[in-house]
C-alpha cells in the first residue's frame, strides 16, 4: 500500500507539535503571548520587567542518574539587572511534579505566595524552585515559610540564564522513577528579594500595577499569583492559552479571600488505556 505525500507530511507535522516524552526525558512546550495570568495581568511599571520576562516558552527535564537538568525557555533575552550573579534577576519559576498519578496521593496545596490549588487528581509529590538568589537564601525561606511542605522543595545546585535559558541542576533525593510516566505543572513568577509576610520569594498581583507589583488581579489573596502556567498538552498551541485562563480563573469574597480558588490540571505522565467504550 503506498502512502500519499499529504500523508507523510501530516504525521511529520504531528509529531514537531507533540510534547517529547521518552524514558528519563520529558520536553513540553507552551504558546507565547500568554503572560497574563487568566487573561487580564500586567507587568510592573519599572523598565527591567521586559516584555516577555515571564512568557514560558519551553521546559525540559533530563533525569541522568541521582541528577535532573532543567531547562526553561522564555520570551525575552535575560538580564541580570540586580546583579544576582546568576544571569537573571525577575524570573522565578516553581516545578510541581505528580510521581503517583494518583488522586488523594500528594498535596492540593501549592507554596505560600502562588494562591492556586491542585485539582486532587493532579495533587503533587515534589515541587522544584527555580531562583536566581542564592541557595541559602532559598532554603531559609522554604525552612521558615513552607511548613510541613518544606520536605518535599527541592532546591538546584547549579542555577544559571544565558540567551534566553534558564538552566539548573537539581540532586534528585526522594524523586525516583521515569520521569517520562510523571506529570508536570511549571508556574512562573518573579523573583521578590523583599516578599510580603509568608509569601515565598514571590511577587505581588494587585489590582493596578505598580513599579514592582503586577496588576489585573485582586488587593486580596483571592487572585492567583502566576503568570504564566502550562495547559493542554504542553504542545504549545494557540488553544492552549484559553487553556490557562481557564485554569486561572478565580472568584473572591467580598473580604478578599478566595470564594473560588484557581485550581491547575498538569501536563505529561502516561496515558490511561482507552476503555471498550471510547474505542
Same mark, same amino acid.
Given at each position: 500500500?503506498?502512502?500519499s505525500?499529504?500523508?507523510?507530511?501530516?504525521?511529520?507535522?504531528?509529531?514537531?507539535?507533540?510534547?517529547?516524552?521518552?524514558?528519563?526525558k #520529558?520536553?513540553?512546550?507552551?504558546?507565547?503571548?500568554?503572560?497574563?495570568?487568566?487573561?487580564? &495581568?500586567?507587568?510592573?511599571?519599572?523598565?527591567?520587567?521586559?516584555?516577555?520576562?515571564?512568557?514560558?516558552?519551553?521546559? *525540559?527535564?533530563?533525569?541522568?542518574?541521582?541528577?535532573?537538568?532543567?531547562?526553561?525557555?522564555?520570551?525575552?533575552?535575560? +538580564?541580570?539587572?540586580?546583579?544576582?550573579?546568576?544571569?537573571?534577576?525577575?524570573?522565578?519559576?516553581?516545578?510541581?511534579?505528580?510521581?503517583?498519578?494518583?488522586?488523594?496521593?500528594?498535596?492540593t496545596?501549592?507554596l505560600?505566595?502562588?494562591?492556586?490549588?491542585?485539582?486532587? +487528581?493532579?495533587?503533587? $509529590?515534589?515541587?522544584?524552585?527555580?531562583?536566581?538568589?542564592?541557595?541559602?537564601? #532559598?532554603?531559609?525561606?522554604?525552612?521558615? !515559610?513552607?511548613?510541613?511542605?518544606?520536605?518535599?522543595?527541592?532546591?538546584?545546585?547549579?542555577?544559571?540564564?544565558?540567551?534566553?535559558?534558564?538552566?539548573? *541542576?537539581?540532586?534528585?533525593?526522594?524523586?525516583?522513577?521515569?520521569?517520562?510516566?510523571?506529570?508536570?505543572?511549571?508556574?512562573?513568577?518573579?523573583?521578590?528579594?523583599?516578599?510580603?509576610?509568608?509569601?515565598?520569594?514571590?511577587?505581588?498581583?494587585?489590582? &493596578? $500595577?505598580?513599579?514592582?507589583?503586577?496588576?489585573?488581579?485582586?488587593?486580596?489573596?483571592?487572585?492567583?499569583?502566576?503568570?504564566?502556567?502550562?495547559?493542554?498538552?504542553? !504542545?504549545?498551541?494557540?488553544?492552549?492559552? !484559553?487553556a490557562?485562563?481557564?485554569m486561572?480563573?478565580?472568584?473572591?469574597?467580598?473580604?478578599?479571600?478566595a !470564594?473560588?480558588?484557581?485550581?491547575?490540571?498538569?501536563?505529561?505522565?502516561?496515558?490511561?488505556?482507552?476503555?471498550?467504550?471510547?474505542?
Amino acid at each position: 500500500m503506498k502512502t500519499s505525500h499529504f500523508a507523510v507530511l501530516s504525521l511529520a507535522a504531528a509529531l514537531l507539535g507533540a510534547p517529547a516524552l521518552a524514558a528519563n526525558k #520529558v520536553s513540553f512546550k507552551d504558546p507565547t503571548g500568554d503572560d497574563n495570568g487568566p487573561g487580564h &495581568y500586567k507587568y510592573p511599571t519599572d523598565p527591567v520587567y521586559k516584555s516577555g520576562s515571564f512568557d514560558l516558552t519551553d521546559f *525540559t527535564f533530563e533525569k541522568k542518574g541521582g541528577k535532573a537538568n532543567i531547562t526553561l525557555g522564555f520570551n525575552t533575552t535575560l +538580564e541580570d539587572a540586580w546583579k544576582t550573579g546568576s544571569g537573571f534577576a525577575v524570573q522565578m519559576a516553581f516545578i510541581f511534579i505528580d510521581t503517583d498519578g494518583k488522586e488523594g496521593s500528594g498535596s492540593t496545596d501549592s507554596l505560600p505566595g502562588l494562591n492556586v490549588k491542585f485539582a486532587p +487528581e493532579y495533587a503533587w $509529590e515534589k515541587v522544584i524552585v527555580i531562583s536566581p538568589q542564592g541557595s541559602d537564601r #532559598v532554603k531559609s525561606e522554604v525552612g521558615s !515559610k513552607a511548613g510541613a511542605a518544606k520536605d518535599n522543595v527541592l532546591i538546584p545546585t547549579r542555577t544559571k540564564g544565558s540567551g534566553r535559558k534558564v538552566n539548573a *541542576t537539581v540532586d534528585l533525593a526522594g524523586l525516583e522513577g521515569d520521569p517520562s510516566q510523571w506529570r508536570f505543572q511549571v508556574l512562573v513568577q518573579s523573583n521578590e528579594g523583599f516578599p510580603a509576610g509568608n509569601d515565598l520569594l514571590t511577587r505581588k498581583v494587585n489590582e &493596578y $500595577e505598580g513599579q514592582h507589583r503586577f496588576g489585573g488581579g485582586n488587593d486580596g489573596e483571592c487572585d492567583p499569583h502566576a503568570i504564566d502556567v502550562l495547559a493542554g498538552e504542553g !504542545k504549545g498551541d494557540a488553544s492552549e492559552a !484559553k487553556a490557562q485562563h481557564d485554569m486561572l480563573s478565580y472568584e473572591c469574597a467580598e473580604d478578599g479571600t478566595a !470564594k473560588k480558588p484557581a485550581t491547575l490540571t498538569m501536563v505529561g505522565g502516561a496515558k490511561k488505556p482507552a476503555t471498550q467504550e471510547q474505542k
